[in-house]
């Protein structure tokens, strides 16, 4: 190969340059380059000393990067290393840096990332006073050292040159004034707040085309994998992976009471697994029946089949209790065990507007069940009455009274969540926290305490409802932890108290919605004076959520909450809130200023065994309609960067347009065009790009020719080939031309279709180039050619 020069070429060589200077288009803020946040590492860095409180880089990063740094200073003398020792100890360790995305330019979509941080006006002209000649030496792991040596020693004897390159205009964060930026380091690695005050969180999709998801709970057997059930009456298990078992855990659909009128409140409302679930092997759910045309709410109990532990035996259902509904609205729907063991059910108070059944209303009437939290034991039940009550009930011993009653006074308690308390000190553990849905002016959160009265219907929220009820004196009620009024919103969703390890800002953050407005809102607990500080949560604008897999939208109708095995915090919403409607998604909740260390969250799932197969997930595009062809990524061998680590490519965005159908293994057989689900046939000449991350933008170049897909060798392969392809693909410009399958290769089952390919750069079609014809090669897989378009 010919090494050519620019000499020849002057007016290209800012390009060059900048072509050298860039690698990876990315879209992450802030910070880190692996496109996460970042964190304070878990022991003190020794190199790059500077970022051990907060930083891009661990112990072991810290060691490459000290290694790389020698390596350099091994071609200098005493006086030489004295003089450049800083500035390229510096230079390197800004990839420890909590604004690294930033100075690699790695925020911007449009943009690629640079392999040196970009440096302000006067640092660079410093740099390029005292040690203008080791940039070449920064360079050699992107390279060979002649492959720069002519390059850079073009620009060496010209500063402005040198800087135009090195420089990032941006004079707020280049290095070092990102240092020095006070407004940007005020707050650093805290949760992000906007000009209202609301904190700035991210979400990330991890399950979508439910049916009105209502609730979503973990087995806590090492398995962390998670239940989700649907208001029509299935259940369904998803693996710690995403995929979900295609034979449902449960089908109640022939006997829940359901439509599929919007705002339908009848239906699968919850399940609960028995808290010993890997010995007694037991599901509780909640649901609506009719019994001869009599609507009412049945606790049913269910056992596992003995040789499947992802499906329930049908046959084995026991009610444990029914309750009559008056209405058809406020029907409760949560169940949940206590860390006493016992099984705590949530009823509404009938239905119709303001409780007017009876004298006082149901609530508050201690002989019906309806309006009440009920606690139960249902342990050693096999033998015996389907539950017993708990010697320590309140009211066990008061005439006329229920002794199911935990608490009363409830309306439509919605969504109710334990503390598995503050994971040093052990602070709420073992708290219940409920959402209870108001009537006309207030929703409230309450914590469930044993007799507790929580006021309805004489108060609703902390106003007076009911004002001769309210009056009282006997009243004696529990005031909520919070109460919103109707502009934010109309149905309170309860959450979660986080206390998972992925996000040490949220810790002890009480997070919950609201199902009609669909906002989303926190409670923090005051240690000192144990009061509640409301914010509102809204979704990080412009760069915050720019991450892989991070989104910052979601439909509105909130749900229900979750926390997985590990204490992550999830909800459920949907689009339209109709049992009938494939419009559900579960969210995971992300804080994109702060993470915990690297290997601190690891889990290692304990394997499931599976019978039935797997359908894996795929993210749907954006907040739009539900796609109706999965698009599935197909996996290569990544690409290897900086010290032989795997390249971090970032999820696809949905601002970018694709117009080529990307079939999915199940979809297209060899000899077949066709794509399932819409009927179309694929066009002879189609094109595709196909990433380790199924990202939409870049990847190797595939092409459909006579029923199959196949690639594309390197040989001639060039720019104008490339804007072919990407022009197909709905782009406007093609970046850059990936050769020695740069961007992964194809296994053995997918054969070669073209090669030595010669473009103009305006055909329709690779098939209208200049090429070989289909299938004559002189190459293998080694030569696939990849493309990144823009």
């Given at each position: 190969?010919?090494?050519?020069?620019?000499?020849?070429?002057?007016?290209l060589?800012?390009?060059?340059?900048?072509?050298?200077?860039?690698?990876?288009?990315?879209?992450?803020?802030?910070?880190?380059?692996?496109?996460k946040?970042?964190?304070?590492?878990?022991?003190?860095?020794?190199?790059?000393?500077?970022?051990?409180?907060?930083?891009c880089?661990?112990?072991?990063?810290?060691g490459?990067?000290?290694?790389?740094?020698?390596?350099?200073?091994?071609?200098?003398?005493?006086?030489?290393?004295?003089?450049?020792?800083?500035?390229?100890?510096?230079?390197?360790?800004?990839?420890?840096?909590?604004?690294?995305?930033?100075?690699?330019?790695?925020?911007?979509?449009?943009?690629?990332?640079?392999?040196?941080?970009?440096?302000?006006?006067?640092?660079?002209?410093?740099?390029?006073?005292?040690?203008?000649?080791?940039?070449?030496?920064?360079?050699?792991?992107?390279?060979?050292?002649?492959?720069?040596?002519?390059?850079?020693?073009?620009?060496?004897?010209?500063?402005?040159?040198?800087?135009?390159?090195?420089?990032?205009?941006d004079?707020?964060?280049?290095?070092?004034?990102?240092?020095?930026?006070?407004?940007?380091?005020?707050?650093?690695?805290?949760?992000?707040?906007?000009?209202?005050g609301?904190?700035?969180l991210?979400?990330?999709?991890?399950?979508?085309?439910?049916?009105?998801?209502?609730?979503?709970?973990?087995?806590?057997?090492?398995?962390?994998?998670?239940?989700?059930?649907?208001?029509?009456?299935?259940?369904?298990?998803?693996l710690a992976?995403?995929?979900?078992?295609?034979r449902?855990?449960?089908?109640?659909?022939r006997?829940?009471?359901?439509?599929?009128?919007?705002g339908?409140?009848?239906?699968?409302?919850?399940?609960?697994?028995?808290?010993?679930?890997?010995?007694?092997?037991?599901?509780?759910?909640?649901?609506?029946?009719?019994?001869k045309?009599?609507?009412?709410?049945?606790?049913?109990?269910?056992?596992?089949?003995?040789?499947?532990?992802?499906?329930?035996?049908?046959?084995?259902?026991?009610?444990?209790?029914?309750?009559?509904?008056?209405?058809?609205?406020?029907?409760?729907?949560?169940?949940?065990?206590?860390?006493?063991?016992?099984?705590?059910?949530?009823?509404?108070?009938?239905?119709?507007?303001?409780?007017?059944?009876?004298k006082f209303?149901?609530?508050?009437?201690?002989?019906?069940?309806?309006?009440?939290?009920?606690?139960?034991?249902?342990?050693?039940?096999?033998?015996?009455?389907?539950?017993?009550?708990?010697?320590?009930?309140?009211?066990?011993?008061?005439?006329?009274?229920?002794?199911?009653?935990?608490?009363?006074?409830?309306?439509?308690?919605?969504?109710?969540?334990?503390?598995?308390?503050?994971?040093?000190?052990?602070?709420?553990?073992?708290r219940?926290?409920?959402?209870?849905?108001?009537?006309?002016?207030?929703?409230?959160?309450?914590?469930?305490?044993?007799?507790?009265?929580?006021?309805?219907?004489?108060?609703?929220?902390?106003?007076?409802?009911?004002?001769?009820?309210?009056?009282?004196s006997?009243?004696?009620?529990?005031?909520?932890?919070?109460?919103?009024?109707?502009?934010?919103?109309?149905?309170?969703?309860?959450?979660?108290i986080?206390?998972?390890?992925?996000?040490?800002?949220?810790?002890?953050?009480?997070?919950?919605?609201?199902?009609?407005?669909?906002?989303?809102?926190?409670?923090?607990?005051?240690?000192?004076?144990?009061?509640?500080?409301?914010?509102?949560?809204?979704?990080?604008?412009?760069?915050?959520?720019?991450?892989?897999?991070?989104?910052?939208?979601?439909?509105?109708?909130?749900?229900?909450?979750?926390?997985?095995?590990?204490?992550?915090?999830?909800?459920?919403?949907?689009?339209?809130?109709?049992?009938?409607?494939?419009?559900?998604?579960?969210?995971?909740?992300?804080?994109?200023?702060?993470?915990?260390?690297?290997?601190?969250?690891?889990?290692?799932?304990?394997?499931?065994?599976?019978?039935?197969?797997?359908?894996?997930?795929?993210?749907k595009?954006?907040?739009?309609?539900?796609s109706?062809?999965?698009?599935?990524?197909?996996?290569?061998?990544?690409?290897?960067?900086?010290?032989?680590?795997?390249?971090?490519?970032?999820?696809?965005?949905?601002?970018?347009?694709?117009?080529?159908?990307?079939?999915?293994?199940?979809?297209?057989?060899?000899?077949?065009?066709?794509?399932?689900?819409?009927?179309?046939?694929?066009?002879?000449?189609?094109?595709?790009?196909?990433?380790?991350?199924?990202?939409?933008?870049?990847?190797?170049?595939?092409?459909?020719?006579?029923?199959?897909?196949?690639?594309?060798?390197?040989?001639?392969?060039?720019?104008?080939?490339?804007?072919?392809?990407?022009?197909?693909?709905?782009?406007?410009?093609?970046?850059?031309?990936?050769?020695?399958?740069?961007?992964?290769?194809?296994?053995?089952?997918?054969?070669?279709?073209?090669?030595?390919?010669?473009?103009?750069?305006?055909?329709?079609?690779?098939?209208?180039?200049?090429?070989?014809?289909?299938?004559?090669?002189?190459?293998?897989?080694?030569?696939?050619?990849?493309?990144?378009?823009?």
């Amino acid at each position: 190969m010919t090494l050519v020069t620019c000499d020849h070429f002057p007016h290209l060589l800012p390009l060059v340059l900048l072509l050298l200077l860039q690698a990876w288009q990315g879209c992450c803020h802030p910070q880190c380059l692996d496109y996460k946040p970042p964190f304070e590492p878990r022991q003190p860095l020794v190199f790059c000393k500077e970022y051990s409180k907060f930083g891009c880089c661990d112990l072991e990063k810290d060691g490459e990067i000290s290694v790389r740094f020698y390596n350099i200073m091994a071609n200098f003398d005493h006086s030489g290393y004295m003089t450049c020792g800083k500035y390229l100890r510096s230079i390197l360790c800004q990839e420890c840096s909590p604004y690294s995305a930033h100075l690699y330019d790695a925020e911007d979509a449009n943009t690629h990332m640079r392999m040196l941080p970009g440096l302000c006006p006067d640092y660079c002209s410093e740099y390029w006073n005292q040690c203008r000649y080791t940039l070449s030496l920064l360079l050699e792991d992107f390279g060979g050292p002649q492959q720069f040596a002519n390059l850079t020693a073009t620009i060496e004897e010209d500063s402005r040159r040198f800087c135009d390159f090195l420089e990032l205009k941006d004079k707020q964060y280049c290095y070092p004034n990102v240092l020095t930026n006070t407004e940007l380091n005020a707050n650093l690695g805290f949760v992000s707040e906007d000009p209202t005050g609301c904190l700035e969180l991210c979400l990330q999709e991890v399950a979508n085309g439910l049916r009105n998801p209502v609730a979503m709970i973990h087995a806590d057997d090492g398995t962390h994998r998670f239940f989700v059930a649907e208001q029509l009456g299935y259940v369904w298990v998803y693996l710690a992976n995403g995929s979900r078992i295609d034979r449902p855990f449960l089908n109640l659909t022939r006997a829940v009471l359901t439509s599929p009128w919007a705002g339908d409140e009848r239906g699968f409302l919850c399940i609960a697994l028995h808290p010993r679930f890997t010995v007694v092997r037991k599901a509780y759910v909640y649901y609506s029946v009719s019994v001869k045309k009599e609507e009412r709410i049945r606790i049913s109990e269910f056992t596992l089949l003995p040789h499947d532990d992802n499906q329930l035996d049908h046959s084995s259902e026991r009610t444990i209790l029914e309750v009559t509904e008056p209405a058809s609205n406020h029907n409760g729907g949560q169940l949940l065990f206590g860390h006493d063991g016992y099984l705590y059910i949530f009823i509404g108070d009938g239905g119709r507007a303001g409780d007017p059944f009876g004298k006082f209303g149901n609530a508050q009437n201690k002989s019906t069940l309806l309006g009440k939290v009920l606690r139960v034991d249902v342990e050693d039940n096999d033998e015996s009455v389907p539950y017993s009550i708990p010697p320590d009930n309140p009211f066990v011993e008061e005439k006329d009274s229920r002794p199911e009653i935990y608490a009363y006074g409830v309306r439509n308690m919605w969504r109710c969540s334990i503390d598995r308390g503050d994971p040093a000190t052990g602070r709420g553990r073992g708290r219940m926290l409920c959402g209870d849905v108001g009537q006309n002016k207030y929703e409230e959160v309450d914590i469930i305490s044993k007799g507790g009265n929580y006021g309805w219907r004489a108060k609703e929220g902390f106003s007076c409802y009911d004002r001769k009820l309210c009056q009282n004196s006997s009243l004696d009620d529990i005031l909520p932890i919070f109460a919103y009024p109707h502009k934010l919103g109309k149905s309170v969703t309860g959450g979660y108290i986080y206390r998972g390890c992925q996000m040490p800002n949220l810790n002890g953050l009480y997070i919950f919605g609201d199902f009609m407005s669909g906002r989303l809102m926190s409670l923090k607990e005051s240690k000192i004076t144990g009061d509640w500080q409301f914010n509102e949560v809204c979704m990080g604008r412009d760069q915050t959520c720019r991450f892989p897999k991070l989104i910052n939208s979601h439909y509105k109708y909130i749900i229900s909450f979750a926390e997985d095995e590990a204490g992550e915090l999830y909800f459920l919403a949907t689009g339209k809130a109709s049992s009938t409607a494939r419009a559900g998604i579960i969210y995971k909740i992300v804080d994109p200023s702060r993470r915990a260390p690297p290997g601190k969250c690891s889990i290692k799932p304990l394997p499931v065994q599976i019978k039935g197969k797997l359908i894996h997930f795929y993210p749907k595009e954006g907040k739009g309609t539900f796609s109706k062809i999965a698009q599935i990524p197909i996996i290569t061998t990544p690409q290897t960067r900086r010290h032989g680590k795997p390249l971090q490519y970032p999820q696809g965005t949905t601002s970018q347009p694709i117009t080529t159908l990307q079939p999915t293994p199940q979809a297209t057989t060899r000899g077949r065009g066709y794509k399932r689900g819409r009927g179309r046939k694929l066009r002879v000449g189609s094109v595709r790009l196909v990433s380790a991350d199924g990202l939409s933008d870049r990847g190797r170049v595939e092409i459909f020719i006579r029923g199959e897909w196949g690639t594309v060798c390197d040989d001639l392969f060039n720019t104008k080939a490339a804007t072919v392809v990407c022009r197909q693909l709905g782009f406007t410009t093609a970046f850059a031309v990936m050769k020695r399958a740069a961007l992964g290769e194809a296994d053995r089952s997918v054969r070669i279709l073209l090669d030595d390919v010669e473009c103009e750069g305006g055909e329709g079609s690779l098939l209208e180039c200049k090429r070989s014809r289909v299938g004559k090669h002189n190459c293998t897989h080694g030569e696939d050619v990849g493309v990144i378009c823009g």
